[in-house]
């Protein structure tokens, strides 16, 4: 069974940090581009950081550059979401994402391009 899997979301106070996860079953994570997305209550879901498959560029949203950081182990066929200097904007629910593509495209944040979903972990900033 194919399937992705996002953990690591919790209730942290504001300048704190959390580390996500995102863990495939069934399938490599080495041959997708990943993306991390988010959704707050009422929002739009929007991309927060993508990392390519053929050689891990990276990219990010404007409100999380230089806060968070996306990397990727394929020898434990997971994805990383370091997220520190948390704001209360940051929360929303987490979701990891796969893109056949082996290139962040230019139009990663709408989503599109991601084809299988996990089903999201909860980050809540507050104090």
């Known amino acids: 069974q194919v399937q992705l899997v996002e953990s690591g979301g919790d209730l942290v106070q504001p300048g704190g940090s959390l580390r996500l996860s995102c863990s495939a079953s069934?399938?490599?994570?080495?041959?997708?581009?990943i993306g991390w997305f988010r959704q707050a209550p009422g929002k739009e879901r929007e991309g927060v950081s993508c990392?390519?498959?053929?050689?891990?560029?990276?990219l990010y949203a404007d409100s999380v550059k230089g806060r968070f950081t996306i990397s990727r182990d394929n020898a434990k066929n997971t994805v990383y979401l370091q997220m520190d200097g948390l704001k209360p904007e940051d929360t929303a629910v987490y979701y990891c994402?796969?893109?056949?593509?082996?290139?962040?495209?230019?139009?990663?944040?709408?989503?599109?391009?991601?084809?299988?979903w996990g089903q999201g972990t909860q980050v809540t900033v507050s104090s």
């Open positions: 069934g399938f490599s994570l080495d041959y997708y581009t």
């Open positions: 994402a796969t893109d056949w593509g082996r290139y962040c495209s230019g139009t990663y944040r709408t989503g599109t391009d991601f084809s299988s």
């Open positions: 990392i390519a498959s053929a050689n891990s560029l990276t």
